[in-house]
């Protein structure tokens, strides 16, 4: 190859990384300056601080555990406030499906009398 193609292939390949706002800095959806970084999973346990967990837009695959949790309610409530995105009283199957999860910063929790041990992971599908 040229060193003419090698320069376009190069200022081809900085200008893609610069479109997609690549800085190197991966994916886990963590905070770190500027502007709010949304991520595409999350595990949040009982045993976590309660943060607002930031989120991208779309369907996610809610997996959740609550061993000896009777009156368990699962929430995804929007971090600015309001109602509950998601609020499923009584869950019974281990695995759901959030549907329509605008983007934004999220409280993700497990509710109710007895619940001191829980796990909720969601991941985007």
Known sequence: M???TWMVLAASALLSLAACGGDGGGGDGGGGGGAASFGDEV???ASDER???GLQAGRYRLNWRAPDCDSRQLLITPAAGGEPFYDNPRPTLPI???NGLPAGEFFIEVIGEG???WEI???KV
Do not use: R
């Open 96 to 98: 759901l499906f959030v």
């Open 43 to 45: 595990t949040v346990t």
């Open 121 to 123: 992971s969601m991941v």
């Open 51 to 53: 943060v607002a967990h």
């Open 115 to 117: 619940c001191d041990e």
């Open 2 to 4: 040229s060193k003419q």
